[in-house]
């Protein structure tokens, strides 16, 4: 799977606190859930993910998203986690697809990101190119791939 790259100059504005329409809410995820955010991404991606968002909760700030509506976990997304400057693991419900959420998570990361000093945010082992490219003009980089995950015990 290859990365891509995000110009971070011209982001959309990231959006934080509620979302109008989708009753739900975007925020940095706090300390205090950390068990409970890291098990919900063991659950909905796996232990490979589970591992790269533990690892969030040692930054400060924390450098994972999430969205919930009221105690509920929707989604989430991560930076920082197997290198500095990329973006991912990600993930948003199956039911909550389509609303913007992902949309919204992806945004907060690159906006930290950009918060950061960074000027470019890379997109590790990407999935679906398309919604990348739609959201934030992400271009594939040339012969990334397997990149930074090429000795990673779960490549395939």
Avoid at 134 to 151: F, M, T
Wanted: proline residues 6%; hydrophobic residues 40%; aromatic residues 10%.
């Amino acid at each position: 799977m290859a990365d891509m790259l995000v110009r971070l100059y011209d982001l959309p504005p990231a959006v934080t606190g509620h979302a109008e329409k989708g009753n739900f809410q975007i925020r940095r995820a706090m300390a205090p859930d950390k068990f409970q955010v890291v098990d919900w991404v063991r659950q909905h991606s796996g232990t490979h993910a589970a591992g790269e968002c533990d690892v969030c909760f040692s930054h400060t700030p924390v450098s994972c998203f999430i969205a919930t509506r009221g105690k509920e976990i929707l989604g989430y997304a991560c930076y920082n986690a197997t290198a500095p400057d990329f973006f991912g693991p990600t993930r948003v419900t199956d039911e909550e697809q389509g609303k913007g959420i992902g949309r919204l998570l992806l945004l907060a990361c690159l906006q930290a990101l950009k918060d950061e000093g960074y000027g470019y945010a890379i997109i590790g082992g990407i999935g679906p190119a398309a919604f990348y490219e739609k959201c934030v003009n992400a271009i594939l980089i040339p012969d990334s791939s397997p990149g930074l995950y090429e000795n990673f015990l779960g490549w395939m």
